[in-house]
């Protein structure tokens, strides 16, 4: 029997995110197409009394953390004793800044507790108990590259985005998601991409032609102030494409090499506090041991 699982948990970027409208449950209908990228949280789970510790003193480490609530849904789902499971995070990725950090900790640790009481939940299992407790969820759990429609259950894998850099930025001031989808609620005139013709390049692959239509809606309605000031930056140091991620304030820039995002990197240091340089990665976990 396994005491102990350590799992990565990648963060993801969206290289689309278009609210279509929102439900009659109050959860609003998303098309995104999300990327998962090389930087992570460090999750470890050990059978012992129910705690959350985390390095980061701004995550709540009561049942306020998505990675709670996951163990909840996951011992409601399985009736499994998880009651008493420590769960240690080592924050990588900033909260609150649109990179799914909460999302990917939660999926963590549902794939960690599946294996840790053997419980052998399939793929689709832990989706569905993923996505009770947030949109992103159900993506995190299998990562890559993805289509993700609906409230972010319902899953399709797209062809890799491959042999480029990423470059991360967040501004210091966070954004509150559902503030953010408030904002949504209240605003006029919304413009949407259409779906059917970006998605025919994403399955062919063609990033250059998706990069040239996507969109993200928050960015019509989410207040960043250094939104533009980055892209500029991005922009004069080679950028293919340049986007908000979430419901922000992270904004992401895509380089075709490691050099031009690494010079990058350097010159938006004197703009935001949160920098990070990265590549895509094919999953949203990775077990450790
Ligand atoms: P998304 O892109 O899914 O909207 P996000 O990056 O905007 O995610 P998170 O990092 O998931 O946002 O965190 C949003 C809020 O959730 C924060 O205000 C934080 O206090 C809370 N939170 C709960 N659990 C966690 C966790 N494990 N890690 C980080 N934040 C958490």
Known sequence: ??????????AKINLLLDITEKLPNGYHALHMIMQSVG??????????ERSIECDDPSVPTDSRNIAWKAADAFAEATGADCAGTRILLKKHIPSAAGLAGGSADGAAVLTGL????ETHLTAEALCR???KVGADIPFCLTGGTRLALN?????????????????LAKPARGVSTKEAYAAFDDARDVSHVRLPSLLFDAAKGDW????????????????????VPIKTVMRRNGCTFSMMSGSGPTVFGVFP?????????????AIVPDVFVCDPVPCGVQVMQ
Not at 39 to 48: K, N, Y
Not at 114 to 117: D, E, F, R
Not at 161 to 167: D, Y
Request: hydrophobic share 45%; with cysteine.
């Open 114 to 117: 599946n294996l840790l009481y």
């Open 1 to 10: 029997m396994m005491h102990e699982v350590s799992l990565r948990a990648y």
């Open 39 to 48: 930087l992570f949280d460090e999750v470890t789970l050990a059978r012992g």
């Open 257 to 269: 090499t490691r050099g031009a995002a690494e010079a990058c990197a350097q010159q938006l240091r």
């Open 151 to 167: 409230i972010g259950d319902v899953l399709a894998p797209l062809p890799p985005l491959e042999n480029v850099t990423i470059v």
């Open 208 to 227: 250059s032609r998706v990069f040239s239509r996507t969109c993200n809606t928050f960015e019509q309605f989410v207040e960043v102030p250094e939104r």
């Open 129 to 131: 108990i993923g996505a």
